[in-house]
C-alpha cells in the first residue's frame, strides 16, 4: 500500500517504486469499480505525493522551477496539485509521467478533460501518448447520474456503476434488458422533490430500488 503520509524526502529516494506504488493503487481501483473514483484518486495522490513525482522527473526543484524564481517552487506544486491531479494520474497509470510537462506547457489542465484527438495531437506533437492518452481518460472521469436536464454521453464515457450490473438482470423486453446498478455515491445525484407538511418543497435522494431508465 502507498505510504500516503511519509516525508516527502524518504519518497525521493525511490522514485521508481512511489509510481509503481501509485500504479498498483489506480489500477487496484480500475479493478475494483470500473473506473477511478475521484475521491479515492485525491486520497491516494496528496500534495506530498505530487511534489515528490514531479522533483523526481526533474520538472519542478528548487534549482530548476517551472518558473524561472525558486521563491515560486511551492506556489507551482500547489496549483500543479490542485488543477493538474487528474492528468498527473492518467500519465502514472499509462507509464507515461515523464510527458507530463507538455501538458502544462499547454495550460491544459483537469478542467480540459477530456480531450479530443486534435488537441490531443496539438499537445503531444511526436504522437507517443497520444492514442494510449485518448483511450484512457474516460476511466478517470466518470460521469454524474442525475442534476438538472437529460443527459447523453457517447460510448467512450463511463458511467459510475459499480462492479458488473450485467450479471443482475432484473427484466426486460422486446427491445431491452433491464439491469439493477449501484451508483458510485460520490456520481450519484438522482433526487426527487414533493410537497412537504409545511408546503415547502422537500428534495431527497432516490431509495436506493428507485428505477432508472438509461437508454443505450
Known amino acids: 500500500m ?28 480500475r479493478h475494483k469499480y470500473g473506473f477511478i473514483p475521484r475521491d479515492k484518486l485525491n486520497e491516494l495522490l496528496t500534495k506530498d505525493i505530487v511534489k515528490a ?3 523526481n522527473l526533474g520538472i519542478c526543484d528548487h534549482s530548476r522551477p517551472l518558473h524561472a524564481n525558486a521563491l515560486l517552487y511551492e506556489e507551482d506544486i500547489t496549483r500543479i ?14 507509464s507515461c509521467e515523464e510527458h507530463f510537462i507538455k501538458f502544462h506547457n499547454y495550460d491544459s489542465d483537469d478542467s ?5 484527438r486534435e488537441e490531443l495531437e496539438h499537445i503531444d506533437r511526436e504522437g507517443i501518448i497520444c492514442s494510449l492518452f485518448l483511450k484512457r481518460q474516460y476511466i478517470f ?17 463511463v458511467l459510475p456503476f459499480v462492479g458488473d450490473y450485467t450479471k443482475n438482470e432484473i427484466g ?14 460520490l456520481y450519484d445525484k438522482l433526487k426527487w422533490t414533493y410537497i412537504g407538511e409545511d408546503g415547502e418543497d422537500v ?3 432516490l431509495p436506493f430500488f428507485f428505477p432508472v431508465f438509461i437508454i443505450c
Open 53 to 55: 513525482i514531479i522533483t
Open 141 to 157: 472521469i466518470p460521469q454524474t447520474i442525475g442534476g438538472e436536464g437529460r443527459h447523453s454521453w457517447t460510448s467512450e464515457f
Open 81 to 94: 496539485h490542485n488543477k493538474y491531479r487528474v492528468i498527473l494520474a492518467i500519465l502514472i497509470e499509462l
Open 203 to 205: 428534495s431527497q435522494r
Open 2 to 29: 502507498l505510504p500516503l503520509h511519509s516525508p516527502p524526502d524518504e519518497l525521493l529516494r525511490t522514485p521508481t517504486q512511489l509510481n509503481n506504488s501509485v500504479r498498483r493503487a489506480l489500477n487496484g481501483f
Open 112 to 116: 480540459k478533460l477530456p480531450f479530443s
Open 172 to 185: 426486460g423486453g422486446g427491445f431491452s434488458k433491464v439491469f439493477k446498478a449501484e451508483i458510485y455515491p
